[in-house]
């Protein structure tokens, strides 16, 4: 099929579906949180807050309503006193400062009531489908205890502090989908607004964080009535934290098909940049002025981690250099978006996956609409008429990183991934030291297909129907196979498994589709991140700029 | 109860894993359960129904003259006939069927994904999903068309038959211990 904007040649699964490459994703002008701010930018979203009852402590109850293409979302918020004890971010926690709904549509007195009763306890609760989204999140008690204070006090709160922490408070979880009763995906799936993955989860986080400024100010107003108000700056800085585990990792693996439609989308939008001839004016300097912006947001990208530490020091100077090789000069030749991508060949992965960020973003006109097919509505479908052969031959020509891996090692398989009986949480045991692998989740992908193609051979059935029937173990992973040709970026092709897996790469790929940043790792298994920093807030998200905040700056105008 | 769809195809999904089926066709049970709960029929109970089942049953086969499965549960069963009349087979008949409705959603759920219409016939009548026989019968399934009730919202279930479920369910859960919990998280408390 001739694509429908010239395009480069893709850049191969074999290169892109890399764990480690994965684990270098930055967000791009694709990613969600981008994709909602401009739907609200072009809907001229307005967010009223019909309810406002939060007493002097900042605790109380409070409703956010908009309209979006027909419909009208409310964010239901709690708030209330939490004992410093229980302020876990863990997803074993039982209480929290901060409790949400997404409500579809206006709620009435008594659906407040029976939330007040329900949102506080989280998964505790009993929902109904009237209820889109339910989260929760935690202060960052020193950065929110100091704006208060500061504000009050009549002065703006420290910047450095802002800088290093980056959000009021910080979400612990989102959920959607049916959890606990609230409404299936199949409600609202059909809606414009909300038709790309997870838009109502960021909306709700988008309204959790406007919520976080009010309360801010509110609490430092009940200590004076003449507190100072929050920097705009400042406050468009200001995020929603997340702490993100091991309960979102084996998402990418569960769903091969939408995996597959985020990567395909990012790379043909790539391949179609890297084809651009001759870039305009507005785009060099939109470009080169974005080149100067990254370089001050990853300056102020710090963490404690010292693998990540280490791997933002290199991108620093290499993006330096980038910086003084590239000028409107440079980019004058033709195609130089490819020239520029083959050229940062030569540096870290996290160097060139940030410039597939930056050339991506003068180029909205080209591929925003191609966000449009990030969703997936199907999951492989097996397709049983298939003979035995057929599949051999699928096997042996498409999944050859499987089939190289060598799982009589024993530390290729020495992790297996589980369901935790303390909270129904994906984990990652030590096959060999923990209790449970006979329990195992199957994200073993590679070990599958090795077993799959070993019983084949063995077994000698014409058909796929016929196969199954007998070996039914192997369903699930002859479908993902069959769908590998519709479906090329589907698979991450690396062993799972594996002693050196580290999930933390399987978080940063999926949260950087989000549109997180500011990643932050905590250990290979969980991060910390920013939600919309540097985003548009109520007051400015219809603003014609509103979309013009990737990699923001603390200190500088969006 | 009410229930989301996502809960009841989830929870039959783990439920069948408990119970010991097969990862592929602990899902084709999650989608059976699900499809049966939005069109108004109760999917849970069916689906604990047919969880009672042995899965270490084996399906056996007969070909010529024609294609039957026996005794087998039909979470096997209604998979497999789906598999075989999307392969080519004109009709496939079961014996022994143990939890009819459950066929019902299995087969239509399964069937759907392959854009297959799939009939069923129960002593030569069509199948009536509202008069489910009871106990163990034949069933013959072909390439056709059934009537069916729209898919709606809001699904119910008895409470019973929701713990039960779960009860399997919690069969695949793996107890924490201070391995798994070390580095998996933030600390006990967060008060930075």
């Known amino acids: ?558 | 109860m009410i229930l989301s769809l996502n809960e009841i195809e989830a929870t039959v999904r783990k439920a069948a894993l408990g119970r010991g089926w097969s990862h592929g066709l602990a899902v084709e049970a999650g989608r059976g359960a699900a499809w049966l709960s939005a069109r108004g029929f109760d999917g849970v109970a069916a689906a604990c129904d047919a969880l009672m089942a042995d899965p270490a049953k084996a399906v056996r086969t007969k070909s010529a003259p024609e294609c039957v499965l026996s005794d087998a549960p039909v979470i096997a069963t209604g998979v497999a006939a789906c598999d075989l009349l999307a392969s080519g087979a004109t009709k496939v008949r079961l014996t022994g069927t143990d939890a009819p409705l459950f066929l019902y959603g299995i087969t239509q759920a399964t069937a759907e994904r392959y854009g297959l219409g799939v009939a069923i016939l129960i002593d030569g009548a069509e199948f009536d999903p509202n008069t489910p026989p009871q106990g163990p019968c034949d069933a013959i399934l072909s390439k056709g068309a059934m009537t069916s009730p729209p898919p709606g919202l809001d699904p119910t279930a008895n409470a019973a038959d929701w713990a039960h479920l779960h009860t399997l369910a919690a069969r695949t859960y793996v107890a924490a211990t201070d391995q798994s919990r070390s580095g998996a998280g933030a600390g006990t408390t967060d008060n930075d």
């Open chain 1, 1 to 558: 099929m001739t694509p429908a904007h010239p395009e480069t040649p893709l850049r191969p699964p074999s290169q892109v579906m890399r764990l480690a490459r994965m684990g270098a994703f930055f967000p791009t002008r694709l990613s969600f949180m981008r994709c909602l701010i401009r739907r609200l930018r072009d809907a001229q979203a307005q967010v009223t807050r019909p309810v406002w009852q939060i007493d002097a402590k900042g605790h109380g109850r409070a409703v956010y309503s908009m309209d979006l293409d027909g419909h009208t979302y409310s964010l239901v918020a709690f708030s209330q006193d939490l004992d410093p004890e229980n302020r876990t971010d863990r997803v074993i926690a039982e209480a929290w400062d901060t409790t949400y709904v997404l409500f579809d549509g206006v709620p009435t007195s008594a659906d407040l009531d029976r939330l007040a009763q329900n949102a506080p306890r989280q998964e505790a609760g009993r929902y109904v489908p009237s209820e889109l989204i339910l989260c929760r999140a935690n202060k960052s008690v020193r950065l929110f205890n100091h704006v208060v204070q500061a504000l009050a006090a009549g002065n703006q709160p420290d910047r450095q502090m802002i800088g290093d922490i980056g959000y009021l408070m910080r979400t612990t979880a989102v959920y959607g989908n049916g959890k606990f009763g609230i409404a299936d995906r199949s409600r609202i799936k059909d809606r414009p607004a909300l038709q790309a993955p997870f838009q109502a989860e960021l909306l709700s986080v988008w309204l959790v964080r406007g919520f976080t400024l009010d309360l801010v100010e509110h609490a430092a107003r009940a200590q004076n009535p003449k507190a100072a108000r929050l920097d705009p700056g400042l406050r468009r800085y200001l995020g929603i934290g997340n702490s993100t585990g091991l309960g979102m990792a084996p998402f990418l693996v569960h769903h091969p098909v939408l995996l597959n439609n985020w990567m395909m989308v990012r790379e043909t939008a790539l391949a179609r940049v890297r084809a651009v001839d001759q870039p305009d004016q507005t785009q060099v300097t939109g470009f080169l002025a974005l080149l100067d912006r990254v370089r001050a947001h990853v300056a102020q990208w710090n963490v404690a981690d010292e693998t990540q530490m280490q791997r933002i020091v290199t991108l620093r100077q290499e993006i330096d250099q980038i910086a003084t090789l590239i000028t409107a000069e440079w980019l004058s030749r033709a195609q130089p978006w490819d020239a520029l991508i083959t050229l940062s060949e030569a540096y870290s992965t996290e160097c060139q996956e940030l410039l597939v960020a930056l050339v991506l973003e003068p180029y909205g006109d080209l591929i925003d609409g191609l966000t449009d097919c990030m969703s997936a509505t199907a999951e492989p479908v097996l397709r049983p008429e298939m003979g035995c052969d057929d599949l051999i031959r699928l096997i042996t020509s498409q999944f050859d990183w499987a089939l190289a891996l060598d799982f009589n090692d024993a530390t290729a398989s020495q992790r297996f991934w589980y369901t935790s009986e303390e909270k129904l949480e994906p984990r990652l045991g030590d096959r060999y030291a923990e209790p449970g692998s006979e329990k195992e989740a199957p994200l073993d992908i590679a070990r599958q297909v090795q077993a799959l193609l070993a019983d084949l051979r063995n077994d000698g059935f014409a058909t796929v129907a016929e196969f199954l029937m007998k070996q039914p173990q192997h369903r699930q992973i002859t479908a993902r196979i069959q769908s590998a040709a519709q479906y090329p970026y589907a698979e991450i092709q690396d062993n799972l498994i594996d002693h050196s897996i580290r999930p933390i790469d399987l978080l940063r790929c999926k949260l950087s589709f989000f549109g997180a940043s500011k990643f932050d790792p905590k250990s290979d298994l969980w991060t910390r991140i920013t939600l919309f920093q540097g985003a548009p807030g109520f007051d400015n998200v219809t603003d014609p700029d509103a979309d013009d905040w990737a990699f923001p700056v603390l200190g500088a105008a969006p």
